[in-house]
Nanobody, 121 residues
Framework: QVQVVESGGGLMQTGGSLRLSCAVS????????MAWFRQAPGKRRELVAL???????NYSDSAKGRFSIWRVDAERSMYLQLNSLKPEDTAGYYC???????????????WGQGTRVAVST
């Protein structure tokens, strides 16, 4: 019932920028925490940035100072601005949202299918 779709990934040179989007749809009562994760080949999925219901943000050490996360609650969307990209940023980027569905009593996390970011050396 709840769908999460990422977009905006692509190929970029070192030092370039990309903007990732995450759109949430379905029978949702409230969207709580929203977060971006990434997973490079052969590595564990790691948290990149998080924004909670009150728009408080948190960034990983690698993201801090380069990436920005924000959300537009009226649109049930979230964005991640990637600046000063490095080859180490190459990964699949995944949106995870905590939602309370209509008539539900608890938060459930929902994953998107991801969007790929590749940064050339």
């Amino acid at each position: 019932q709840v769908q999460v779709v990422e977009s905006g990934g692509g190929l970029m040179q070192t030092g370039g920028s990309l903007r990732l989007s995450c759109a949430v749809s379905g029978d949702i009562f409230r969207v709580n925490t929203m977060a971006w994760f990434r997973q490079a080949p052969g590595k564990r999925r790691e948290l990149v940035a998080l924004i909670d219901y009150n728009h408080t943000t948190n960034y990983s050490d690698s993201a801090k100072g380069r990436f920005s996360i924000w959300r537009v609650d009226a649109e049930r969307s979230m964005y991640l601005q990637l600046n000063s990209l490095k080859p180490e940023d190459t990964a699949g980027y995944y949106c995870n949202v905590g939602v309370i569905r209509v008539l539900a009593h608890k938060d459930v996390g929902v994953w998107g299918q991801g969007t790929r970011v590749a940064v050339s050396t």
